[in-house]
Structures are given as C-alpha cells and as structure tokens.
C-alpha cells in the first residue's frame, strides 16, 4: 500500500511518526560546516522551506531515531548537541497588530519552551537575553523561518509598513552579529532576499546557498526521485486516469515540472503540487490557488507587463531586490513564478515560466487584472474565443472582445491605452493554450502578435486611432506572413484599430495573405 501524502505537513517528527512519504534529502545536511557559520537559502512558498529547518532542528537535538534508514544517519555526529532556537515570522499577528508585537509574541512563545522567565525589555533586548540564558548549555542554533513574511506581505499595498518592517528586522537581527561567539549555526529562509545593505547588513559572512550548484536540489523532487518514491502513486493515477505510465510522467512534467535554481542544476517538481495531484488525481493549479500573489499582479499590472517571455537578465537583476527600487522579473525569480531556462555566453540569464501550472494560472490572473473581471470570470470567456478561433469565425471574436473592451473602466487604461489593448488581447489568446507570440522580430521589424491554431496563423496589428486598413498594410509592407509559408497552413493577417474615444476596437479587417 502507498505511503500516505504529507499534505500540509511541516514538521519532520510528525512525518517520520506518522509514517507519511518522505523524500530522502538529509545528505544535503551532512557537510554544511564548511559553508560558515551564518546561511541563507531563499526559495518559493510551499516548497519545503520549513521542514528543512525541522529537520535541522530533529538533527541538533540528536533526535537519531527519526533518521533511521536515511541517508545521514551514518553521517552525523549524534554525540554532537546544541540547543535550537526556532523563530517562523508566518502567522504572528504582524498584518493584524504590527511586527513589533508578532516578534514579541515569538521571543514569549522561545522563552516558555526554555523555561526562561519573560522579562519586560525590548524586542532586541529579550532576543539578546535568550540567547545567552540558552547558551549555558552549549553554542545556540538559530533557525528563521520565512523571514522576509513581514515585508512582502505588505508589498504592493502598504509601502510605508514594508520599510518599516525592514528597519525593525534589521535591528532585531544585528543581535546575532553582537552574539555570534554564542552561535554554531544561523540559517535563514525566506521567498527573496533583500540586498545586505537591507536586513543582512551585520551578516557580512552569510553564505547564501539560493543559487549554490550544489544546493540546487535540495527542496523540490528531482525526475528520479519523483519516479523512485512515488512508484505506487503513480501507479495508481495512471489507472485511474487511464493513461499509461509514460503518457502520465509526461503529463506530470509538463504541469509542474521545471523549476531551475542554478542554470546548470536539474529541474525540480513542485511538491505541494506533486502530492496534492497523487491526492485529488487531476491535474489542476494547486500551488499558486495556495497563495495568489496579488503584489505582483498589480505591480505587473502598473508597469504595463503583459509578455514574460523577457529580454535576458543580468545575476544582479534577481539575485537581491531593494524595496525602493523593485524588479518585477527579479521578484518573479525568487518567488517561484519564473524560473532559469539558460545562461548564455554573455552571462545573461534567460528566464520563463517554469512550467503549465503556474503559466496558466499568472495569465488567468492579469486577465482578470487587465479587463476588470471578478478573479476566475476569465476562463469561460477564453473557452469561447478559443472555439470560435478554432472555427475560424474571427467576425464573432471580434465581437466580444468589442464588447468586453466597451465595458472596462476607463482609468483601467488610460495610462498605457496602445499597450493596454496589446496586454488584454495578448493575455487571452494566451489563455487559450493556442501558440501566442508578441512582438515577434523578423528581418522586416515586429509584428504585434501570432497565434497559430491547428489550422490556420494568424498575425494581428493593432493601430491605436489609425485605421484597420494601415494595420494590414503594416502586415503587407512588412511580409510578416512569408516566415510561416513553410508550415503549409493559411496565414491571415488581422488589422485591428483601437479608438481611445469609443475606448474599444472601432474598425477591424482581416484578408489571407498570399
């Protein structure tokens, strides 16, 4: 029989006890001496940030029974013990009653697990004194979980809280600095990381392991360790879904595969996504429905971002971020919803959507953004305008987008009107699951947007207060159409004129191109 799924899970005691699936990666934990006494690792929500540090936690406590039959049991010291303080900065009260009373609560909470008797002092003051009190015994571990939670909460909504939050952490962590002959090891997780002038800037010898070639895939499930500890799952999906086992590991790869943190490192599945499908047995969207990023949407969303297909980035553009000055690609980096493909020659990084879940899923979201819709309205609209394009009735395609143009407020677009039509229609054809292209250079310059169906290709330019006609002639001057003859389907042109007037397409004419 399976072993039962760690759905929601975060302790490695519980799972261990309880008998529940785990994925071997304590040989990750074997030699991280080396790597200095303060580390960092920033890697996507739900990605197994917080077992990580219970396994750590199990491991300094030398708690060996937990690890039997797993690979560091014959690995680590269990003479060696140090006492652990564990601080999770997520569902302390900071959005409710300030960061100031959530890291008080913590230090409350730290304090009755070491019988220490709460004194009345500052934040900074009760870390200090915790410390030392728990050092007696041996030097301190200290483990931070999620400890950037205070900040990016409040991203895209509530600037002026988010730096302040960062002033308070960056005092509240200059006490490890001030105390660091009583540490043995500081590691801190989070979803990004701040530059060291930011929160870290005590810590001038924090090893960061986010981007270590080493460390790539120490969260998230390899293809060989999706296959190996999941056999009996699969098994039973591809029954029930009947599919055979290949068809089934492709589908799986597809969905939610491809998360890459190092350009050379293997590509990762997600695990909340992976055990919430041997779960439910369907494929659908379970990562991102757990925490809809609604600070990236609308900070996409303000800077006019549609096509995430990017021009290459630098190390430096996702490696840190400063709230004052945000990179939305950099941000999508360390948050999970872009990913590396490669690095070229140049050292350019070339990034994308890690795979179909969180693709699908971003686009369904900034058309929601984009046209004004309640959050879902998006999917049945783009279910019709997918048949009707696949029927090639481009007249009613017209029509709805016409409408649905008609009804979006007008403060939606009047920043960026040309770019916001472009954003709207690129986002839905997007949606489709059709192949969507923007700005597509050739050697005759970009055209606006393809969409290539099973039977046709369509090429789209859009005019704002033009005219259709001018759009097709674009079409026509450029002979856009002549570097897709070699698939032997029609290419027709669509030339479609947008009025900031009537604030919808007024004027729109379609031919074949020959």
């Known amino acids: 029989m399976a072993k039962l799924l760690p759905l929601g899970l975060q302790s490695f005691r519980e ?17 991280l001496k080396p790597l200095g006494r303060y580390l960092f690792l920033a890697r996507p929500r739900r990605f197994g940030k917080s077992i990580t540090l219970s396994i750590l936690k199990e491991l300094y406590n030398g708690n060996k029974e937990l690890f039997s039959g797993l690979s560091i049991a014959s690995k680590w010291n269990w003479e060696r013990t140090h006492p652990v303080i564990h601080l999770n900065f997520t569902g302390i009260g900071v959005q409710e009653k300030g960061l100031e009373y959530g890291l008080n609560y913590l230090m409350d909470m730290a304090y009755q ?49 988010a730096l302040n939050n960062r002033e308070l952490l960056k005092d509240f962590f200059s006490v490890l600095k001030k105390n660091d002959h009583l540490l043995e090891l500081v590691f801190i997780t989070g979803v990004s990381k701040f530059s060291k002038v930011g929160i870290f800037s005590g810590l001038n010898n924090l090893t960061d392991l986010t981007m270590h070639p080493a460390y790539a895939t120490m969260l998230g499930y390899t293809q060989k360790e999706l296959e190996d500890n999941f056999a009996e799952h699969i098994d039973e999906c591809s029954h029930a879904l009947k599919l055979d086992r290949q068809e089934l590991l492709d589908q799986l790869r597809l969905w939610y595969n491809g998360y890459r943190f190092e350009e050379n490192a293997e590509t990762v599945y997600n695990p909340v996504s992976i055990n919430s499908f041997f779960s439910f047995k369907k494929f659908e969207n379970y990562w991102f429905e757990t925490g809809t990023p609604r600070f990236l949407i609308n900070l996409l969303k303000e800077k006019g971002y549609y096509s995430l297909k990017l021009e290459p980035q630098s190390k430096k553009s996702f490696d840190t971020f400063e709230l004052e000055n945000l990179n939305p690609y950099g941000l999508m980096y360390q948050t999970g919803y872009l990913t590396i493909k490669f690095r070229d020659e140049f050292g350019f990084f070339h990034l994308d959507y890690p795979n179909r879940e969180v693709e699908d899923s971003m686009n369904g979201n900034l058309i929601d953004s984009y046209l004004g819709l309640p959050y879902g ?79 046709n290709i369509y090429i789209f330019e859009f005019k704002l207060d033009q005219s259709a006609d001018l759009a097709l002639q674009q079409i026509r001057k450029k002979a856009y159409y002549e570097a897709f003859w070699h698939k032997n389907k029609p290419v027709i042109g669509v030339g479609i004129n947008f009025s900031s007037q009537s604030r919808t397409i007024d004027e729109w004419k379609m031919e074949e191109m020959a």
Do not use: C, W
Request: charged share 25%; no cysteine.
């Open 113 to 161: 697990a070491f019988q220490f008797p709460v004194k009345e002092a500052s934040v900074s003051t009760k870390f200090e004194q915790l410390l030392i009190h728990v050092a007696k015994k041996n030097k301190v571990v200290v483990l931070i979980d999620e400890y950037d939670a205070p900040i990016t909460q409040f991203l895209g909504t509530e600037q002026a809280k």
């Open 377 to 455: 309205d998006s999917s049945l609209l783009v279910f019709k305008l997918e048949t009707l394009l696949r029927q090639q009735n481009v007249e009613e395609v017209i029509r709805i987008l016409t409408g649905l143009f008609k009804s979006i407020p007008y403060q939606e677009y009047e920043k960026y009107p040309e770019k916001f039509y472009h954003a709207a229609v690129h986002l839905i054809f997007s949606y489709m699951g059709l192949s969507v292209y923007s700005e597509v250079p050739n050697s005759s310059g970009r055209l606006d947007a393809l969409v290539e169906t099973g039977n």
């Open 15 to 31: 799972i261990i006890e309880g008998n529940y699936l785990y994925v071997d990666k304590t040989h990750f934990f074997a030699d």
